[in-house]
């Protein structure tokens, strides 16, 4: 679905309940023009906020990459005493995803029943002026050079789609990806009905009792927390809009999209002028045919225009997985026609600290012995010959009979040292670790037990923190490490179990709802 048909879908049902309330709810009708915007409005909150709503952990990960960059931007300029806020903000990312979710879905549903006319208005306007500043600043750092900050106005240049520091706002979930610019003018469109609203709330229409509306928020409230802790807490958002679904053949759409990656045209250049700076776009064959005479020396490349890819490409295409050594298990994984289990951690749950030990270290003394073989040398000529024509109480030379000589190397204890050394304590989170060894480790040791392999991929953590991890499992894994956003794409559950099969997902299960072995056995191994 495309932006285009969702506002079509919506202005449709919008229409609607505008008409319902005009027949059925005449005395609740005070303009037919407010009336409408407040149905679109409502109805446009209640669906994005619904989709959203399947799956919480998706727009946390949204907020903590929102988050992560107002760190950035903030922490050097004049404004850096606010900047350590936002990793607080972003370590309660999911609570601010929770309350964000409902609040815009009960908007929505208060806008439709005309609940507390005013407080509405205010709240809406908010909401909106609070999006379109997020969506503002994904869309405005397309113009700012990647080693610039945001606030170096004088800096920024023309517009690049892969300076954003956001790719997607996430306003629709995984459900739609909308460019940040449509995101960006779609709030900024909003901000008309907002202040309209703010100006007439006395004409919004109002259905049904004030106890009746009041019974349906409070309800509202609770039903959709219910629901979004269901879509993260205890179990997989039931359904699932991201490329890794269930049933998906990840080898398959991978080369789809690499293929049709590399059957992309060049169709034009973007150059800049070494002297004025002027920047303009020439297109491909007139760049081939005048390169020499025209632009060679005179401008310099800024960038290539491509035509779109005819399968546009997901996050299936940075599928890339490596062992703790760098190299790659992708083709492992995605050829390999045997069924096997990977566990997915984005990230270990600990808070490493940096602490220091006294170890104690023995010193010996090493000694080197010399031991004549006196059996071999009675036996050779040479020596005998040596011994007879030297005089008594002359040293003999024995350099020329190295060959009879054995030597050893004696160690001898001398000392203990003692001496600092700095190590770091992982900290562990025991609800964590209980996951791993209560839940998951049944499981996994019967799986290898019947020949199948399991590898655990991890991000956000190195070689020594997870093989530690390991250690304090008692998982005894096989280990690789992906990028955390990408772990975080394929499952909603850290951890989380994926059984694949020839470069297919069969199946997935939240750490909560994993099934016994026996079962997942007997429906898919055997």
Known sequence: ??????????????????????????????????????????????????????????????????????????????????????????????????????????LGIMLVLGTKPKFTAWAFLSLVAFFTILTGFTYLTGYVPSETNFFQFGSWSGFDANNMKVQDCGCFGDFIKLEPKVSFFKDVFLMIPAIIFVLAYKKK???????????????????????????????LPHTDFRPFKKGTDVRQVREMEEDAMAAVQITGWVLKHNETGESITVPNADYMRDYTSKYKGVYSVIDQVKDEPTIKSTKISEFEITDLDGNDLTEDILYNEKAHFLIVNYMLMGDPEKKTRIVQDSIFNLDTTIIFNYETLKADPAFNR?????????????????????TSIVKSFKEVVEREEEYIDQNWNSAYLKKHIESLKPFTDAAKADGFEVLMVVGKAGPTAIMDFDLATGLDLHYGMADDILLKTIIRSNPGIVLWKDGKILDKWHIKQLPNYEEVKAQYLN
């Not at 229409?205 to 802790?229: D, K, M």
């Not at 007879?388 to 003999?396: A, C, D, F, H």
Request: hydrophobic share 50%; aromatic share 20%; proline share 4%.
């Open 1 to 106: 679905m495309t932006i285009g048909t969702l506002i079509t879908n919506i202005g449709i049902v919008s229409i609607i309940l505008t008409l319902i309330i005009a027949f059925v709810f005449k005395s609740s009708m005070k303009s037919w023009w407010i009336s409408f915007l407040q149905n679109f409005c409502g109805v446009l909150f209640i669906f994005s906020g619904w989709v959203k709503a399947i799956d919480p952990l998706g727009t946390a990960y949204k907020m903590e990459q929102y988050f992560d960059e107002f760190y950035s931007t903030f922490e050097s300029t004049w404004f850096g005493f606010i900047a350590p806020m936002f990793p607080v903000f972003s370590k309660y990312a999911i609570w601010f995803s929770v309350f964000m979710i409902v609040f815009e879905i009960v």
């Open 205 to 235: 229409h109002q259905l049904f009792t004030e106890p009746i509306r009041n019974g349906v928020i409070s309800v509202s409230i609770i039903a959709l927390l219910f629901y979004c802790f269901s879509n993260y807490v205890w179990d």
């Open 386 to 406: 040596l011994i007879k024509r030297t005089p008594k109480g002359v040293p003999i030379d024995m350099t020329e009979f190295g060959e009879h000589i054995d």
